[in-house]
């Protein structure tokens, strides 16, 4: 049993990150400890998660378990967590308590938590009191064992809990079965050195690790020779891409190394402002195949909230970027906010609110800080009521919303491209434009997978309509 200890977690050394090329093995005897059964996994959070669910589902499918969408019907469930704020807590303690009263009619079904929740002491603390009948408890530096972890839970009557919280290595050997034919997600570094101070993110991912530029054009390629139209590339914080690796090499270096593959869209999140450079802006112009999409979280427009947020940077800085930002040709710039960091006062919130009016995103993502335990910020006195923060977070979507319509506005008769991905359930079919607009078209299912010309007919505040035109 290993459990998650946060003040290991927080450890920063000047230990050399290893580019490890063997750690995952499935032994002969595991290769086929799946036949015959099912596992279904549950995705929370953000698309770093998303991605290691992709590299979860290989590792079980190296060992002949086959993947069901229907968790009623599974051997194995398992639930990829995210610990950003509480209300995800909420959720998937709501969703064990379901797959709690499958397993008392199906006694072999073997449950796990995986993901950043099991990177929490108090949540594993939680799980070992009260969930006695989870089986397995894994990290995010645990995955490549997962078929150790899986097989002596089927071979021990007891739970098993691997929870690694060291600063990582970068596994270079993992498969992936990924969700799509078309998108994709290639990470370029794991974990965060920035520590904001409301973030969780460092304690359960370790220390910023970038992979190697070889590493990551190699997969590109291999991905376009498999007809792959996008590649979204993927860190806490992307823009800081390079700078832990002996090389000088950085994110804009890797733009146009990754540019020049010929994949047809590449995305890249998320940025922090701390670190976008001029040479990264000017790789984004350089090139038609890195989208002009630029997600830039603000988090807060007071200088004072920022400080105490630990940021790194001031509303005048923040500002000064998002204006070079602009200059490139039909940009579209969406960022996160949180509200109610302790002691915020109106006057704050109204520092935001200007930021808002000044930027007019073409989206946010807006949230009341949650406090997570071991972060300074949670230690922090936090004065503001809840009803006020409730009160914020409501006038700041009302302004969001306001200017995320106003920027869907000018697309009404334009002819956009649109990576056509799927059907939606109301049978449409329906894709993203170049600045990452949901649209949803009418069209023939052969166009699924191909970047298709769309003449926009309507507009709503969150998605676009269209039809295909040659
Ligand atoms: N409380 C509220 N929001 C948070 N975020 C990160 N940590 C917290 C927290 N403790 C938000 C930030 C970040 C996004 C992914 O989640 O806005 O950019
Ligand atoms: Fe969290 Fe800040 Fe790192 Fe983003 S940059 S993951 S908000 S600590």
């Known amino acids: 049993m290993q459990l998650p200890d946060l003040k290991e977690a927080r450890k920063r050394t000047s230990k050399e990150i290893l580019i490890k090329t063997n750690d995952y093995i499935v032994k002969e005897n595991l290769k086929e400890l799946g036949l015959g059964k099912k596992y279904y996994i549950k995705t929370y959070g953000c698309q770093m998660n998303v991605h290691d669910s992709e590299n979860i589902k290989a590792i079980l499918e190296d060992m002949s378990f086959e993947e069901t969408d229907q968790f009623e019907d599974a051997d194995v469930i398992l639930l990829n967590t995210c610990a950003i704020r509480e209300n995800a807590h909420n959720k998937v303690f709501g969703f064990l308590g379901r797959v709690k009263h499958l397993k008392q009619t199906h006694p072999h079904i ?23 009948w989870v089986d397995i408890v894994f990290g995010t ?13 089927m071979t021990k009557n007891e739970q098993e809990i691997e929870v690694f919280s060291i600063e990582g290595d970068v596994l270079e050997n993992i498969p992936v079965k990924r969700d799509s034919k078309y998108k994709a997600w290639v990470n370029i570094m794991y974990g965060c050195d920035k520590f904001c101070t409301y973030c969780i993110v460092p304690y359960t991912r370790g220390k910023q690790r970038s992979r190697t530029p070889e590493y990551i054009i190699n997969e590109v390629k291999e991905l376009v020779k498999n007809g792959y139209k996008e590649v979204t590339l993927l860190g806490q914080n992307v823009n800081a891409y390079g700078k832990d690796l ?10 146009r190394d990754v540019a020049k593959t010929g994949i047809e869209r590449i995305r890249f999140m998320t940025s922090h402002p701390w670190d976008f450079d001029d040479d990264m802006i000017n790789a984004i ?16 427009g007071s200088d004072r909230i920022l400080k105490l947020m630990g940021r790194r940077y001031t509303k005048e800085k923040y500002l000064t970027l998002y204006n070079k930002l602009k200059e490139i040709p039909n940009v579209a710039i969406t960022t996160d906010i949180i509200v109610g960091f302790p002691g915020e006062t109106e006057d704050d919130f109204k520092e935001t609110l200007d930021v808002v ?4 995103y073409d989206s946010a993502f807006t949230f009341i800080f949650s406090p997570r335990e071991g972060t300074p910020a949670a230690k922090m006195e936090d004065n503001v009521p809840l009803e006020e923060k409730n009160e914020r977070l409501y006038r700041l979507n009302e302004i969001v919303n306001k200017y995320a319509n106003l920027n869907n506005q000018k697309y009404l008769g334009q002819t956009v491209k649109v990576l056509i991905e799927s059907i939606g359930e109301k049978g449409n079919l329906f894709g993203y434009t170049e600045t990452m607009k949901l649209v949803n078209v009418d069209g023939k299912q052969e ?6 010309n769309v003449k926009i007919t309507d507009i709503k505040t969150w998605s676009l309509d269209g039809e295909i035109v040659a």
């Open 447 to 452: 166009n699924i997978g191909k970047i298709v």
């Open 285 to 300: 112009k350089d090139y038609d195949n890195i989208m002009p999409y630029v997600h830039l979280p603000l988090q807060s």
């Open 246 to 255: 002996k090389i000088d090499y950085k994110m804009g270096d890797l733009l």
């Open 110 to 132: 073997i449950t796990g938590v995986c993901g950043c929740m099991a990177q929490e002491e108090n949540v594993v603390k939680e799980i070992k009191s009260k969930y006695k």
């Open 357 to 360: 009016q000044k930027c007019q």
């Open 141 to 153: 530096h645990n995955i490549y064992n997962l078929p150790n972890i899986l097989f002596d839970s």
